[in-house]
Structure formats: structure tokens, C-alpha cells
């Protein structure tokens, strides 16, 4: 399978199926990405970290819409989520955003949705260059990555002097050089409109 006749999809499966579908798609050669956070969860005599999944229900898969049968057939997959009738790809930054969070140890834990507020790049750090919303939240500044698509988030612990500002169409490149963004997500206005 080459990547130019390939694109990012939301796979909608079963509860709790995530890893397993994971497990299935590596096996047949897909490409895929299960996000992953810790939780600590409670048992009636003890607690226990366990790995869930950041968007429960969903795995990321990158395929061929065209030969997506085989992948429809994997046991605990029920769909491709779709918009319309066809199949909705997912950009391939919004994928990469979450797999490179993923290769860090830093804490992260599902998000419900954006939440208005400024974007902004992370220009240090083993985040530099992922851009996101800032938000205040539990008194430490954190950033939200968001999955358009599903209307999903990942809310990441940041440090504020990591952080600049961004507006629309702006270019950022990291303290390194190794990594230039443009932003095409128009900003609000926070001020009325005039009514004549």
C-alpha cells in the first residue's frame, strides 16, 4: 500500500474493542494509532493504573478507501465514520500532532471538545512545534490537540514559557529550525459588530 493513494480514517468500534482492533490492523500490515492515557482507577480493595484509550470507541487507521472491506471485516470494528456516504478522512496533522504526544511522557487525558481561547505553538520542549487551544485548567496552563473530525480533544500539561501566541495564517518556526507551521484556523473576534 503506498501513502499517496492512502489517507488517515476514524474506525468506529466496539466498546472496549480499541486495543484489539489495534492488535488486528497491525497484523494485516495497516498502519494505525490507538491513543493511549493512564488512569488510576479504583477496585473495591485497591487502586491499579491502567491504559485506556483517549478516544474511546474510535482507533486511527491509515488505508485505501477503496479497499476498505477487509478492514469493515475485522472483529469489533463497526464502521468507518463517514460524512455523508463516503468515508471522512482525518488530516495527516492532526495524526501526527497525536502520535508525536504520544512518543512523550508527557501527562495527558481526554478532553470533551475545544474550548474558546487563544491558539498558540509550543516552541520548546519535547512538544515544539504543535500548535493547539490554550486553556487554564486545575490552575496549570494546558494546551488542547483536536481531532476535527470526531470533535474530540487531548488536553496536554504545558509550560507558559513555552508557549507564543499565534494568529491566523501565521508562520512559526522552532527555536531548532527544524519545523515551520502554518496555521489556516481563523481566529474569532472578540469584539461586537457594528450594527448600522
Do not use: N
Not at 500532532?97 to 512518543?103: D, F, I, K, Q, R
Not at 470533535?151 to 531548532?176: F, K, N, W
Amino acid at each position: 500500500m503506498t501513502d499517496h493513494t492512502t489517507a488517515w480514517y476514524a474506525l468506529w468500534v466496539k466498546p472496549r474493542h480499541e486495543k484489539s482492533v489495534q492488535r488486528f490492523l497491525r497484523a494485516e500490515q495497516y498502519r494505525s494509532v490507538t491513543p493511549l492515557f493512564t488512569a488510576r482507577h479504583r477496585w473495591a480493595d485497591r487502586f491499579r493504573e491502567v491504559e485506556l484509550p483517549l478516544f474511546p470507541g474510535y482507533v486511527f487507521c491509515r488505508f485505501d478507501q477503496m479497499q476498505r472491506h477487509p478492514i469493515l471485516q475485522i472483529p469489533g470494528v463497526i464502521d468507518i465514520v463517514r460524512t455523508g456516504l463516503h468515508p471522512a478522512a482525518i488530516p495527516d496533522s492532526e495524526i501526527e500532532a497525536l502520535e508525536y504526544v504520544m512518543s512523550t511522557d508527557t501527562d495527558r487525558e481526554p478532553w470533551p471538545g475545544l474550548v474558546a481561547g487563544d491558539s498558540a505553538v509550543i516552541v520548546s520542549g519535547p512538544l515544539a512545534g504543535l500548535t493547539g487551544v490554550v486553556i487554564e485548567y486545575k490552575g496549570k496552563l494546558r494546551l488542547v490537540l483536536a481531532v476535527t473530525l470526531l470533535q474530540r480533544s487531548v488536553l496536554v500539561e504545558v509550560d507558559r514559557s513555552s508557549l507564543i501566541p499565534t494568529r491566523r495564517g501565521a508562520v512559526v518556526e522552532s527555536p531548532e529550525g527544524s519545523r515551520r507551521i502554518v496555521l489556516a484556523t481563523p481566529k474569532l473576534s472578540r469584539t461586537p459588530l457594528a450594527v448600522p
